[in-house]
């Protein structure tokens, strides 16, 4: 089955600076690859996602970078505040109908101010 | 907007008891899952349903079973809690086609003692 590697764990950075996560996954058939905010008690949501056929998608201060042949992708976000601080989780599905979703281990973000 | 609804935000069982987790979504969606939360390990898959009264296992179905009898409800059930379920359990949903995000609910914190 799929597996995804999700790296760094935690990440602090300072308002205003950049912040990346990488994840990497194994199954060459996976074609969705969503990325999903999650605050402190709260339910995880969808940020930005992207799929097999783009390279790179862009969301104001967020963006996703996908490298189909070294299968891995990343989250990058600019200019970083402090309601940025939260736990991301990478994903990666295939295609079909029901399209299970096999997920990283999660970024534990802090933006201090 | 998709709401998923999970009937509990907190539970409290005993080792050895019957436990149901429900989850409802209002949003027609042919696909539910329900995932399990704990530190360190994102979300794991436990099962998943891709229509009424269709069930596949996940990554860690041991010590759980589901059931899809309406299309907005999906049940997770454990058969006799054991402390080592202690965790957050969260149910997501999607629609079927690729490339679709996961709806996930609030979550329920289950402790077993």
């Known amino acids: 089955g799929e597996n995804v590697e999700q790296h760094p764990s935690t990440l602090s950075v300072q308002e205003g600076d950049s912040a990346v996560i990488k994840c990497t996954y194994s199954?060459?058939?996976?074609?969705?690859f969503p990325w999903y905010k999650q605050e402190l008690g709260k339910r995880p949501q969808l940020i930005i996602d992207?799929?097999?056929?783009?390279g790179e998608k862009k969301d104001q201060r967020i963006a996703v970078t996908l490298n189909k042949t070294a299968k891995h992708f990343s989250l990058h976000i600019t200019e970083t505040q402090p309601e940025d601080s939260a736990v991301y989780f990478c994903a990666a599905s295939r295609g079909t109908n029901a399209g299970k979703s096999t997920f990283g281990d999660g970024t534990t973000l802090t933006v201090k101010p | 907007d998709v709401k998923v609804t999970q009937s509990s935000r907190y539970l409290v069982k005993r080792t050895g008891e019957k436990v149901f987790l429900e989850c409802v979504q209002d949003?027609?969606?042919?696909?539910m899952f329900w995932y399990r939360q704990d530190p360190g390990l994102g979300l794991r898959l436990i099962y998943f349903s891709y229509d009424v009264k269709m069930k596949e296992k996940g990554d860690i179905p041991e010590g759980y079973s589901v059931s899809r009898e309406k299309k907005e409800r999906f049940s997770l059930i454990l058969e006799s809690a054991s402390t080592n379920q202690t965790s957050m359990y969260l149910c997501?949903?999607?629609?079927?086609?690729?490339?679709?995000?996961?709806?996930f609910g609030n979550g329920t914190r289950l402790t077993v003692t």
């Open positions: 949003m027609d969606h042919e696909n």
């Open positions: 992207i799929r097999s056929n783009v």
């Open positions: 199954d060459s058939a996976s074609n969705y």
């Open positions: 997501a949903s999607r629609p079927t086609g690729a490339g679709s995000p996961l709806h």
